[in-house]
């Protein structure tokens, strides 16, 4: 019998990662039936499926999201996977002020993803022609949304205010927050071994970086700030610098608006300092001959240890810090250098347990348990719309009374 599955799309500027499930798998997180991404979108993409141990690899073209989602499902149709297809997950960056649940999508929440776009140019545009290329290939599979911005919804004021004249405020500017579906994974699986009530910074360090501090299972505050530029040095992002930058640089070099974006999100961060990469495997690798990727690394692991005290001050103590992402989950050297001269604030970490990437890397005279554990934002899209999908289901079977 075939099995009934969701399939989960998390579309980024230029790539797009998906994975299937079975709808009648319970774990968590639940194992994929097929996964995979397509990178490369408006120029040259590479499709990438991986299923049943074997992983397959094909150039296709991709000037567009409409057009690369039309060649991903066009190359995954005669997939068992997609021959009882439920429903479709999406995560979408950003809420902005009115949507932070997990929803079915519909004409009224396009509109209003359209009237947000300003507060994420690069991915809400992209999102919304996903959706709209799934609902032509697929229009009898209903499909949902997951916002980034979810998790960090009830931040305390002062935490979320930004400090700009109140007018602002009904505009929705204020710190929103990201990373958080990776944030709930996180959560969830100290849930299960019981560290989610203490004080927690969840550290998700990627070529998009950011930590949250969590207290009692509440967030209290998070590096990102409106959009996900602010907050730590990144691949190839600033985070957080002067704004007076801003200025500056439109006197001196007449940089218009879209120009200091693409150099804020795009040119800049450990990529701007190397002037060579944001990929922190190989400005590990070239640093011993390489000054400016040796910078790079050092500005990355300052900025990340400043967070740390930073936040820690925020919880007024810590129990447990999270490494995870691309480089918190398999990068040694660099969770080491973060944690450099945090003993004073209860860090300690054990070499050994460190290189070998076990789960706890924390040393036996460690105040704070230090944890490492590889996140997974596609299951926590997963079992959001599963249970919106029993819902729905529960509901078409109730009786009508009212007659």
């Excluded at 991986?50 to 997939?79: C, F, K, Q, V, Y």
């Excluded at 936040?311 to 040694?332: N, P, R, Y």
């Excluded at 860090?347 to 036996?364: V, Y």
């Amino acid at each position: 019998m075939t099995s009934r599955t969701l399939m989960v799309l998390n579309a980024g500027s230029s790539s797009i990662k998906f994975a299937v499930f079975d709808l009648a798998i319970d774990t968590d997180p639940p194992p994929r039936l097929c996964s995979g991404s397509l990178s490369g979108i408006g120029a040259s993409g590479q499709l990438k499926i991986e299923s049943a141990g074997r992983t397959d690899t094909n150039d296709i073209a991709a000037p567009t999201h409409a057009s690369a989602i039309a060649s991903l499902l066009e190359a995954l149709r005669s997939h068992a996977s997609f021959q009882n297809l439920q429903g479709i997950g999406h995560r979408i960056v950003h809420g902005g002020p009115e949507h932070y649940h997990p929803q079915p999508v519909d004409p009224k929440l396009l509109t209003y993803l359209r009237t947000i776009i300003p507060f994420a140019p690069e991915h809400l545009p992209q999102a919304i022609a996903l959706i709209e290329a799934i609902s032509q290939q697929f229009p009898s599979a209903p499909q949902f949304v997951c916002f980034d911005t979810a998790f960090h919804h009830d931040l305390p004021v002062v935490a979320r205010t930004l400090p700009l004249p109140r007018r602002y405020q009904a505009m929705g500017v204020r710190r929103y927050g990201f990373h958080g579906l990776s944030y709930e994974y996180l959560m969830r699986t100290l849930a299960r071994v019981g560290e989610d009530r203490g004080r927690v910074i969840l550290a998700h360090l990627g070529n998009g970086a950011s930590m949250a501090a969590v207290h009692d299972g509440k967030p209290i505050d998070t590096t990102m700030g409106m959009t996900p530029a602010g907050g730590l040095v990144m691949g190839s992002r600033t985070g957080d610098i002067d704004p007076g930058i801003t200025r500056f640089l439109q006197l001196q070099e007449k940089l218009t608006p879209d120009q200091f974006n693409r150099l804020v999100n795009h040119e800049s961060g450990m990529r701007g300092v190397s002037e060579v990469t944001s990929d922190m495997r190989q400005l590990v690798a070239s640093q011993q001959q390489d000054m400016r990727a040796a910078e790079a690394v050092e500005l990355f692991c300052y900025s990340a240890r400043k967070w740390i005290g930073a936040l820690f001050a925020a919880l007024g103590g810590l129990d447990t810090l999270v490494f995870s992402g691309g480089i918190g989950e398999h990068q040694a050297e660099v969770r080491q250098r973060i944690c450099q001269n945090l003993d004073a604030i209860g860090i300690n970490i054990d070499p050994d347990l460190n290189a070998a990437d076990a789960a706890i890397i924390s040393g036996r005279e460690s105040r704070v348990k230090v944890r490492v554990i590889a996140t997974d934002e596609e299951s926590t899209i997963f079992h959001a719309v599963k249970n919106l999908l029993s819902t729905n289901r529960s509901h078409q079977d109730v009786p009508n009374n009212k007659q």
